[in-house]
C-alpha cells in the first residue's frame, strides 16, 4: 500500500507495506491488501477509513482520544514535534508520559517545562493554555538497567499505556560501538521488556532510519537479517575493553559506514523478535529536516546534519564541499515523518497485524533532489535573503574533485582563517579561525559520499 501526499504537492514519498504472518526469504512478507494509492493530507482528520473488509476506523483523533502515550526522546528534534502534534491534532488525548532524564542541572520537570515554553508550541497554547497537565514526565536514563525506571513509575505505566513511540537513540555517525550498542539496542530491549507487562498497549512504534541497511542497493519495506544476533554481541562486548571493542569495531560493522547504521539494523530485528507478543510498526524515515507546514514552515531546533551545512553556506562561513552533485539528497521535512508516525501507530493499533508493519519515509524515489540542485536553490535563497551577521557573502561550492576540493579549502577556509586569527592577535584578541579544533567549519568542511 502505498501512501502520498495530495497531487497538489507530491514532493514525498511515504511508502508502507501492510503485511500478514507468511514470510518469503530474508524477512520478506506476502501482503495483506493489495497496493494501492491513498490521498493522505498533511494531518490527521475527522473522516474515517473505510477498511478491507467492509466495515470502518475510527479516524486518526477520535483513535487518540482518552488514550495514554508513552513517548521516549521527548526532548529531541523528532520527539518535540510528535508531541505538539498529538496534543493539538489530537486534543482529546488523556496524557502523555515522556521519559526524560535530568541533563546540565536541569530537573526533567524543568527540561520538560522550557520544552513546552517555546515557540513550536505556540498555537496548542492558542487552542489550550493548560496542555502542559496532559504532559506528565517520568524520570528514567537510557543507560540504565529497567531504563532506572522507578517501581511506582513502572506500575502506573503498565496500567494505562495504550501506545509507545519510541524515538530517543544516539544519532552520532562517530560513536563508539559500545555506547551505540547501548543507547539505540540496550536500550530498545529494555523498553519492549516494559511493553510487554502494559496491559492495555495496542502499538508499539520504533523510529528506525531509511539507511539501517545502507549496505544494499535496494531497500524493500521488510526487516533484513541482521549481520550478527544482538543478544549475542551484547553479551560479548559487555565483557570487553574499550580498546578491544574500538579494535574490533571495522570487522563488526563490515560494508556499513558507521556504528549508528549497525545499531539501529540491530534494533529493527530485535523490535520485529517480539511481532508475536506485540503490535509493531517501524518506520524509516531519511535525511529528516526542517519542517514543511506544521506547525508552521521552517522550524527546526539545531544544526545537525544538512541545516548545519546551509547555515555555514548562508553565513560565507562554507565555501567548498566535497560530493557528487548527481547524488541523490534523500531530505524529508519532519513533520511528514511525524504524520506517519502518528498514522501508522493508529493504523498498527486498529488493524493489530501479525507481523511488523515497516514504512520507508523518503523523497528520493518518486521526486530525487540531488545536491548540485541544493547548492543553486540554497545559495540563490541566501543572497535573495541574507542571513544576519554573515561572515561573507555565500559562495558555496560543491565538487566531487578531490583535489578541486582541497584547493578551495586552502584558498576559501585556511588562508582567510589565518588572516583572521592574524587580526585578533593584532587587536589583542584570542584567535578563534586556525584554532586546534578538527571540527572547526573553516579547516574541516564537511564532506558527503558519492
Known sequence: MNLRHNSSLPSFEVRSQCITEEKGSEGGSKELLNDQDLDAPTGPTDTCVSTAGGGSMASIPEYYAGK????????????????????????????????????????????VSDMMACKLFNRVREDDPDFHQKVIPISSELTQPGLAIGPEDVDRLSACVNVIFHCAATIRFDEPLKHAL?????A???????????????????????YANCNRRHIDEVIYPPPVEPRKLIESVEWMDDAIVRDITPRLIGDR??????????????????????????????????????????????????????????????????????AVADLIPVDVVINLTLAAGW???????????????????????????????VMSSFKRNPLEQAFRRPNANITSNYLINQYWILVSHKFPALLYDLVLRLSGQKPQGNSNNSKSTFLSPPSFPD
Not at 521516549?72 to 489530537?90: D, H, I, P, Y
Not at 547501548?182 to 540496550?186: F, G, S, T
Not at 516494559?194 to 502499538?203: D, P, T, Y
Not at 529536516?289 to 548562508?314: C, K, L, M, Y
Request: hydrophobic fraction near 40%; aromatic fraction near 8%.
Open 68 to 111: 495514554n502515550v508513552l513517548i521516549t526522546g521527548a526532548t529531541g528534534f523528532m520527539g518535540k514535534v510528535l508531541v505538539e502534534k498529538l496534543l493539538r491534532s489530537c486534543p482529546k488525548v488523556k496524557a502523555l508520559y515522556l521519559l526524560v532524564r535530568p541533563k546540565a542541572g536541569q530537573s526533567m520537570q524543568q527540561r
Open 182 to 186: 547501548q543507547l539505540n539496542v540496550i
Open 188 to 210: 530498545t530491549q529494555e523498553l519492549l521488556r516494559l511493553a510487554k507487562q502494559m496491559r492495555h498497549l495496542e502499538a508499539f512504534v520504533h523510529i528506525s532510519t531509511a
Open 257 to 326: 559506514p558507521n556504528t549508528y547504521t549497525y545499531t539501529k539494523a540491530l534494533a529493527e530485528y530485535l523490535v520485529q523478535q517480539e511481532q508475536d507478543r506485540l503490535n509493531i510498526a517501524i518506520i524509516r524515515p531519511s535525511i529528516v529536516g526542517a519542517s514543511w507546514q506544521e506547525p508552521f514552515p521552517g522550524w527546526i531546533d539545531n544544526f545537525n546534519g544538512p541545516s548545519g551545512v546551509f547555515i555555514a553556506a548562508g553565513k560565507g562561513i562554507l565555501r567548498t564541499m566535497r560530493a557528487n552533485n548527481d
Open 347 to 377: 493504523y498498527t493499533a486498529e488493524r493489530r497485524p501479525k507481523t511488523a508493519l515497516v514504512y520507508n519515509c523518503t523523497s528520493g524515489g518518486i521526486n530525487p533532489f540531488h545536491w548540485g540542485e541544493i547548492e543553486h536553490h
